[in-house]
């Protein structure tokens, strides 16, 4: 990780810090972290509440900016560019799973599958698409308004519009905190199958161990700093390591 | 915490700001019409008052009991009256007054002042409304007092002599001395210039010996006096006390005032009207976006009396803010419309602005009440928030479309058409027709809501061309299409009066104005308010080109009943080869001979209602008229011929001079009609500017002028009445603001997600913008159908045919533009609010 533009890695940040406020009310939300995400792997990141996750995740993904250090998106350096290039390049480069509010509830699920491309004025791959759309299993689904379908399905729709442009990379977090566990597991096989049939890169925020452990990897971050990283992770692996953090 | 706590404060003044905003101009244009109207009156008869102040009785003119048809302006008092009154017992001083247009000129020949009044100096210095600064009063003819207005603008001073330009034509004059009215420099707003007695007679009256009114002074007993008085003086003139002519003075000086104050209140109420749809939605959305909340409260023990009050309180707040800032905005509007005109050297009598208590008190009332009635639905419908629903996952505004609505709009639509429609085939009838313009209103109003999805589902293909904004800004117009109706209709209001008055004014006007062209005209008429010089009259004939002329001596003369009727002294033959009159039964010989008058054949015009009132609008040939004379006499006149053509309206009763003078006395002529030799009008009417060069008040204008007056007075009509919808636009422009806004912070997290997602800031922007003008465009296209709809059917149906709904596309398509420009501009702060929305803050709000 110590050469800075390296190609195997679809994102990357390098000494990121972030400070909220000033003076007294300081908080350090991230603390110098440097750490990459690896083409065509499903990265977890965990950590208790407060220690950051959402923010190195959106100052990865370029929703937000670093206080200090660089970020990478492939091999561009996001915190050289403006607001209208890194808005188009989140467009054309990134995909997000959040975990409420996904939807635009005036589309309908195919609309909003599509929302992304219409926005650049791509057409999506017809084929890709009615793929993509079988494997979440939304193909009865798709004329519906967002108010018309269960909040896993809405779920489903979000993961669908991320997968559907082909992202260089796909943010999600906590994208099944709002699930039942059912719901849950359909959503993270998704994801999985997604990076291992297509070597999709996804990268998710998660306090879930179960929703971590389909993950290749799990980072786990603590007042602001990466503490500890599990590959081929297992629920139990997971559930040790946080025991081990909590001491 | 804090940060959602600031949030939802900016919020609240958001909504609190365009709430009051509505109020504010509303009540502001209320105020400041008060405010001008009350200044401009106290203005006008405080000079009045000032002016007359030492006069203790007044001689007028007067056409008998009946003073109809208010042209009381061309009656004189006799010289003889002025003579007869300084002979009588009591009488310390007496003057005669004489007012008309003379101008001062400069070196190169330009005018000092356009609207400077020459007067006749009056010798009593008490009776006199000017006293004399400098130098000495004028004496002979040829001397002036000028007033220190006229003097400084003119940079003269005593002993100068100047070049003045006045009915009879222009003359050099001495400055004998420089006057001036009480504290003012002026008594007339562009200045005065005194002649002597004898002098303004020649001058102001083209040499006949009259005045508009004769100011006594006098001493003793007042009822011995006045007895006196009348004793003396004939009938045809009557004794005023001072105070009388001063009140009636004041009045008649102020009198259009006690038209414009009701028509500006009435601009100011319908404004106040559309405020209450902008504030209605405002605390609809607001009950709305505070649901839960208000839910929690119900929960927790919060009675739905205690909802309901706190937001009528929350109503009644604003409203007294508003109104209070509306009476300081309507006293800078004034004050500001003030400067504004005086910049353009439209000085508007009454300096200031004069805040009466009754402004102060009917604002405050008028503000108060209607924000207060515009909050008790939704403050009802915030009370009626059940307890549970603060457990409901959100709350989604469905009102608006339930299927009873949509039922009820359409009968109410198809009525108001049915209605309206009837009117077209059984003529116009008010019962249908305004029975019909209600329902069409209650039908919109309650249909509106469908209507908006209706035009969402129109517009979206269209929209989409735009791309993912085009279509985004389509279907979030009709999100809430309650919310959206109601902003629109705001709009509606506005819109339908303006094209209401723009298409069926013009369609009048295009009907009356093709209907007097097609008549029979003079080429050139030359007239003048005073007085026509006889040297000129005597030019004009002379000038090269002219075939005919028809001088003409107007008057109001008096029945014996006590009616009064227009009369002229004229020549029909003159009339006949000038302007185009047509007798149509009797002699034109026999006028001129004296044997008796010619009256005017109104069957043309829809007999009485443009014919000079009075019982000789009912003779015909060989029935007689009685008039009573200046001598006080009753002369019987049979009428001996009957006239048609496009003047009757003000030429009246046509009869020889002599008659004219037995019945009305001396009078000047005041009207010539021309015609020139055929083909040569343009050339004529360049040499007839040239031979009036010089005569102040007299102007030539083209034969068929009436047309082209009534043309511009619609013209004036409809773009004043257009002017003052402006308000009411204005304040719809508001709503839309309104609701755009108290919207974007509705859907915050919504448009912080598509930001994340790579929508620019621009083309947020553009999708905010886009929906402003498809609500814009909503309003827009509502209004102008219901007032064309409603134009046609008056328009057709009034007229049997006679008046087709001639569209000026010019000026439809200029309202349609106006509409679309409200939404555009109505849409640039809440789009700015909207692209600076932070991204992460939007999505992160709980
Ligand atoms: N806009 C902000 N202003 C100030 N401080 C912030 C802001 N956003 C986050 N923080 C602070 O930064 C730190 C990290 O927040 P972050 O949201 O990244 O935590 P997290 O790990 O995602 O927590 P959770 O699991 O609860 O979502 C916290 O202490 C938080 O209070
Ligand atoms: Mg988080």
């Known amino acids: ?247 | 915490m804090f940060s959602y706590a600031l949030k939802s404060l900016r919020a609240n003044l958001t909504r609190l700001i365009a709430t009051a905003l509505a109020v504010i101009l509303g009540i502001g244009f209320l105020a400041s019409g008060l405010m001008l109207t009350d200044a401009m009156r106290s203005g006008l008869t405080g000079d009045v008052e000032e002016q007359y102040k030492n006069v203790d009785f007044a001689i007028i003119a007067t056409a008998g009991s009946d003073q109809s048809g208010g042209m009381d302006f061309q009656l004189t008092v006799p010289a003889s009256a002025l003579a007869t009154a300084r002979s009588t017992p009591g009488v310390e001083a007496a003057a005669g007054e004489i007012q008309a247009d003379a101008r001062v000129l400069r070196a190169d020949g330009t005018t000092v002042n356009l609207r400077s009044q020459g007067r006749s100096w009056i010798a009593d210095s008490e009776l006199n409304p000017l006293s004399l600064d400098e130098g000495s009063a004028p004496k002979g003819s040829a001397q002036v007092v000028l007033d220190r207005k006229l003097a400084t603008e003119a940079g003269v001073s005593v002993g100068d002599t100047v070049s003045v330009q006045t009915p009879a034509g222009t003359k050099q004059f001495k400055v004998s001395g420089i006057s001036s009215f009480g504290r003012q420099d002026a008594l007339d707003d562009g200045g005065t210039i005194s002649f002597s007695e004898e002098t303004a007679v020649q001058v102001l009256n083209a040499g006949t010996p009259g005045f508009s009114d004769v100011l006594l002074r006098t001493s003793g007993d007042p009822a011995t006096v006045q007895a006196a008085l009348e004793e003396a003086l004939p009938t045809s003139v009557a004794i005023q006390t001072g105070e009388q002519f001063v009140s009636d003075a004041a009045e008649s000086a102020s009198a259009f005032i006690s038209i414009l104050r009701p028509v500006l209140q009435g601009f100011a109420y319908l404004s106040m009207f559309v405020a209450a749809f902008v504030i209605f939605n405002t605390f609809s959305v607001v009950v709305t976006q505070r649901f839960r909340e208000l839910a929690l409260i119900r929960a927790v023990g919060g009675t739905p009396a205690q909802v309901r009050r706190s937001l009528i309180f929350e109503g009644m707040a604003i409203g007294v803010i508003a109104s209070a800032l509306g009476i300081v905005a309507g006293a800078v509007l004034a004050i500001g419309l003030q400067t504004l005109l005086r910049q353009f050297d439209m000085e508007i009598p009454g300096a200031g602005v004069k805040v009466s208590t009754y402004t102060v008190v009917l604002c405050m009332i008028i503000g108060v009440l209607v924000t207060t009635l515009s909050v008790i639905v939704p403050a009802f419908r915030a009370g009626r928030t059940k307890p549970v629903e603060a457990m409901r996952a959100s709350a989604i505004d469905n009102s608006g479309s339930s299927p009873v609505r949509a039922v009820f709009g359409a009968i109410f639509l198809l009525g108001s058409v049915a209605l309206l429609l009837a009117n077209r085939f059984v003529g116009v009838q008010w019962f249908y027709l305004t029975f019909g313009a209600l329902f069409l209103f209650i039908g919109l109003f309650i249909g509106g809501p469908l209507l908006a999805r209706v035009f969402a589902i129109l517009v979206r293909p269209v929209m989409g061309l735009f791309g993912m904004t085009g279509r985004l800004a389509a279907d979030n117009a009709v999100r809430n299409p309650k919310r959206t109706a109601t902003t629109a209709n705001a709009l509606v209001i506005g819109l339908f009066l303006v094209t209401l008055v723009t298409v069926s004014g013009e369609a009048m006007k295009t009907a009356l104005v093709d209907q007097l062209s097609s008549a029979s005209s003079p080429d050139f008429i030359i007239s003048s308010e005073g007085a026509i010089d006889p040297k000129l009259v005597a030019s004009i004939n002379k000038t090269e080109g002219v075939t005919n002329i028809a001088a003409v001596k107007s008057s109001v003369a008096v029945e014996s009943t006590g009616q009064s009727t227009f009369v002229a002294a004229a020549s029909l033959d003159q009339l006949t080869k000038s302007a185009g009159l047509k007798v149509t039964a009797g002699s034109a010989e026999a006028v001129a001979s004296g044997s008796g008058i010619a009256i005017p054949d109104f069957s043309n015009f829809g007999g009485g209602a443009l014919s000079s009132p009075g019982s000789v609008a009912s003779a015909g040939l060989g029935d007689s008229v009685s008039l009573r004379t200046v001598g006080g006499q009753d002369l019987i006149l049979p009428v001996v011929a009957v006239y048609e053509g496009s003047l009757e309206s003000f030429v009246g009763n046509v009869m020889n001079p002599e008659t004219f003078k037995t019945v009305v006395g001396d009078k000047p002529v005041t009207r010539v009609f021309v015609r020139a030799e055929p083909g040569q009008a343009d050339a004529v009417g360049q040499r007839l500017e040239k031979v009036l060069q010089g005569y102040t008040g007299v102007e030539v204008q083209p034969g068929n002028f009436i047309g082209q007056i009534v043309g511009s007075i619609f013209d004036f009509l409809i773009a004043a009445v257009n002017a003052l919808l402006a308000m009411s636009v204005i304040v719809a422009l508001v709503g839309i603001v309104n609701t755009m806004t108290l919207s974007i912070f509705e859907r915050r997290r919504e448009l912080g997600m598509v930001r994340a997602l790579g929508m620019t800031r621009q083309q947020v922007g553009r999708m905010v913008r886009f929906e402003a003008v498809l609500i814009g465009l909503l309003g827009t296209l509502v209004g102008m159908g219901a007032g064309i709809l409603l134009s046609w059917v008056v328009i057709s149906s009034i007229a049997d045919g006679a008046i087709d709904l001639s569209f000026n596309w010019a000026r439809v398509g200029l309202i349609f533009l106006v509409g679309i420009l409200v939404g555009v501009v109505a849409s640039i702060l809440p789009a700015r609010r909207a692209t600076r929305l932070n991204m992460l803050d939007a999505m992160s709000e709980a």
């Open chain 1, 1 to 247: 990780m110590s050469n800075a533009v390296q190609t195997n890695w679809a994102a990357q940040v390098h000494g990121a810090a972030k400070i909220y406020g000033s003076g007294e009310n300081e908080v350090r939300a991230l603390d110098h972290v440097t750490v990459g995400f690896e083409k065509g792997a499903f990265t977890a990141i965990m950590g208790p509440s407060g220690s950051g996750k959402s923010t190195l995740m959106q100052c990865a993904a370029g929703l937000d900016r670093l206080t200090a250090g660089t970020a990478f998106i492939g091999d561009v350096d996001i915190t050289k560019l403006g607001e209208k290039a890194l808005t188009l390049l989140r467009r054309d480069k990134v995909g997000f799973i959040f975990q409420q509010f996904n939807l635009l509830p005036t589309l309908t699920a195919q609309e909003n599958i599509t929302f992304p491309l219409d926005l650049a004025g791509r057409k999506p791959d017809a084929d890709w698409m009615a793929h993509v759309v079988g494997t979440v299993g939304l193909a009865d689904r798709l004329n519906h308004k967002p108010s018309e379908l269960s909040g896993g399905q809405q779920q489903r729709v979000a993961v669908a519009r991320a997968l559907v442009e082909q992202p260089e990379i796909i943010f999600a977090d906590e994208p099944t905190g709002n699930l039942d566990s059912t719901s849950s597991a359909e959503i993270l096989s998704f994801m999985e199958n997604a990076v291992r049939e297509f070597g999709q890169t996804v990268v998710m925020v998660t306090h879930d161990p179960v929703a971590a452990s389909h993950a290749s990897r799990v980072l786990f971050l603590a007042d602001g700093r990466i503490v500890d990283e599990l590959m081929a992770p297992t629920r139990d692996s997971i559930l040790d390591r946080m025991r081990n953090l909590g001491d």
